[in-house]
T-cell receptor, first 116, second 112 residues
Framework: DTGVSQNPRHKITKRGQNVTFRCDPI?????LYWYRQTLGQGPEFLTY????????KSRLLSDRFSAERPKGSFSTLEIQRTEQGDSAMYLC??????????????FGSGTQLSVL | GNSVTQMEGPVTLSEEAFLTINCTYT??????LFWYVQYPGEGLQLLLK?????DKGSNKGFEATYRKETTSFHLEKGSVQVSDSAVYFC???????????FGQGTRLTINP
């Protein structure tokens, strides 16, 4: 068990460019979550998957954002036409649906996005 | 909607001091309550939880009691250490919900 892995750790991009982040959850964790954390604030829920199905999306996830988990393993989060307001830490978390609930949620270290 | 309000930081204490970080919440029904900790360069880690009124969560010397009458879940530790320096987040999840709602976080610095 190597924990939740996120890549890249840091991403700097120019406004208007597209970016993609990757999350590798703990193996056999069938639920995967994305959160966004802006400076000085707590994480905000974006979306979650059970296996490959995206089951819930926040209103924060505008049309420029898309998340996928094609084979029920790793997930990608893409932001198109980035804006300066997208600058934030993007966090991924995973858990198994067997046994306990959200207390068994494991977070990655995040991808820090800076939009210039 | 559901929300969590935390004591504003940053908080700076000397080693062995008593710690309280206040957390209050707004939610319908009976949410579960959590404290998460984020050490520098690491992911969020669950510190403790409570799932019903009057439950006390505890871990690593930290404690918090679920108080429904005051809608609070204050974090306490009797004697802090330098290694407790981190950002602490209070959070809740509604019954059956899949998402956590976090407070804004409190940065704690412990000086030797």
């Amino acid at each position: 068990d190597t924990g939740v892995s996120q890549n890249p750790r840091h991403k700097i991009t120019k406004r208007g460019q597209n970016v993609t982040f990757r999350c590798d959850p703990i193996s056999e964790h069938n639920r995967l979550y994305w959160y966004r954390q802006t400076l000085g604030q707590g994480p905000e829920f974006l979306t979650y998957f059970q296996n490959e199905a995206q089951l819930e999306k926040s209103r924060l996830l505008s049309d420029r954002f898309s998340a996928e988990r094609p084979k029920g393993s790793f997930s990608t989060l893409e932001i198109q036409r980035t804006e300066q307001g997208d600058s934030a830490m993007y966090l991924c978390a995973s858990r198994s649906i067997r046994g306990a609930g959200l207390e068994k949620l494991f977070f990655g270290s995040g991808t820090q996005l800076s939009v210039l | 909607g559901n929300s969590v309000t935390q004591m504003e930081g940053p908080v700076t204490l000397s080693e062995e001091a008593f710690l309280t970080i206040n957390c209050t919440y707004t939610a319908t029904g009976y949410p579960s309550l959590f404290w998460y900790v984020q050490y520098p360069g690491e992911g969020l880690q669950l510190l403790l939880k409570a799932t019903k009124a009057d439950d006390k969560g505890s871990n690593k010397g930290f404690e918090a009691t679920y108080r429904k009458e005051t809608t609070s879940f204050h974090l306490e530790k009797g004697s802090v250490q330098v290694s407790d320096s981190a950002v602490y987040f209070c959070a809740l999840s509604s019954q059956g919900a899949q998402k956590l709602v976090f407070g804004q976080g409190t940065r704690l610095t412990i000086n030797p």
